[in-house]
């Protein structure tokens, strides 16, 4: 009996084992992430979050425009709708005059900067979801806690700073809503969902800093 009971137990061990080595070769520890989840909203609570008041239309762009002669830049936003809206696109660039030596080589010299690349999809069920997230060509997607979220925060500190006849200050906007900090779950930091209270102005933002 008891070397019946020995075999039963040496072969639910062995397959427990196998098992655990299957599960650590499919999602290996390093890949799981508390913050590897997704902000799962309708189509307008995620133009709420990014300080839209309206639902967008496909095809539809929000731009925002300014130029600040002073520093020789211009920063351009827009949030597009593609067609059949099967995703929403942000997008920020600075564009540098050509006086400007922030360049030493030829290829970037004068060219556009892009500041923010993200996109957003639906679901069959018609929830959205971010599925990337570039800010200064670093991705952020999965990288710190409520990336998502705080990708809208971002957004909308920058379009902020547009609306009040101002240049986005992109170290201090990273700084303020995407660096974590030290302690708590995925650094301790928690998104303040898309700057509750923010709306943009919803007349296109075009102008020339004095």
Same mark, same amino acid.
């Given at each position: ?38 902000? +799962? ?9 990014? /300080? ?9 762009? +929000? ?7 002073? &520093? ?41 900067? &892009? @500041?923010?690349?993200? +996109?957003? @999809?639906?679901? &069959? ?9 570039? @800010? ?7 990288? @710190? ?17 547009? &609306? ?18 030290? /302690?708590? +779950? ?20 075009? /102008?020339?800093?004095?």
């Amino acid at each position: 009996m008891d070397l019946c009971n020995n075999i039963v137990f040496s072969k639910n061990l062995n397959n427990m084992i196998k098992f655990i080595k299957l599960c650590i070769f499919l999602y290996p520890p390093f890949t799981i992430k508390d913050y590897d989840w997704n902000m +799962r909203v309708d189509y307008k609570e995620l133009m709420e979050k990014l /300080g839209v008041e309206h639902e967008l239309a496909p095809y539809e762009t +929000r731009p925002w425009f300014l130029y600040d002669a002073d &520093q020789g830049i211009s920063c351009s936003a827009e949030i597009r709708i593609g067609p059949g809206a099967e995703d929403v696109e942000l997008e920020i660039q600075f564009l540098h005059d050509e006086e400007d030596a922030r360049y030493d080589d030829d290829i970037n010299y004068g060219g556009p900067e &892009q @500041i923010m690349m993200m +996109r957003f @999809i639906p679901s &069959q069920d018609k929830i959205w979801a971010e599925k990337l997230m570039y @800010i200064r060509g670093e991705d952020y997607a999965n990288k @710190i806690h409520n990336w998502g979220e705080r990708g809208c925060e971002f957004f909308c500190s920058c379009i902020g700073a547009l &609306q009040m006849g101002e240049m986005p200050d992109i170290d201090e906007i990273i700084e303020k809503e995407l660096t974590d900090r030290k /302690g708590g +779950r995925g650094g301790g930091r928690r998104g303040k969902v898309g700057k509750k209270g923010f709306k943009i102005d919803q007349k296109p933002a075009m /102008g020339m800093k004095n």
